[in-house]
């Protein structure tokens, strides 16, 4: 090869090299990965039963049940929550706010929120609300 093409061949090589790492590098920067926090359900409880998360970035709780009964994680404010006292529907999957977690089983679900803000999460089964199966989340 000739020294003047052996030397385009080098200044290509970097200039691909620089153009691969900035693309990592950007699209690192855009797509980052949601945070991950784990809740653990025992014996009716959720731990833990405090949260705090940043607004406008993905979080993805991993909700572990370890009772032998099936559970719920509704998460939202205060009106949203007297409408799960009342309500009728047998099972939570359609919202990532809203999900059933069966007995011995994990289930995940990611949720970016618009503003800060403080909400709770219930399971509004039968009595598990009373029994103390509530947490708060803070977004801030």
Request: aromatic letters at 6%; one cysteine or more.
């Amino acid at each position: 090869m000739r020294p003047v093409a052996r030397r385009a061949a080098g200044l290509l090589a970097i200039a691909l090299l620089g153009a691969a790492v900035l693309v990592a590098v950007l699209s690192g920067t855009s797509s980052a990965s949601p945070m991950r926090i784990q809740i653990t359900i025992h014996y009716s409880h959720y731990d833990p039963s405090r949260i705090t998360v940043p607004h406008g970035v993905p979080v993805t709780f991993v909700v572990v049940n370890t009772d032998p009964i099936d559970h719920e994680w509704i998460v939202g404010d205060a009106a949203l929550q007297q409408r799960h006292r009342t309500g009728t529907e047998p099972v939570h999957n359609a919202r990532p706010t809203e999900i059933t977690i069966p007995a011995l089983t994990t289930r995940e679900t990611t949720i970016t929120f618009d503003k800060p803000g403080v909400l709770q999460y219930i399971c509004h089964l039968p009595r598990h609300e009373e029994y103390g199966m509530v947490g708060w989340l803070t977004v801030t």
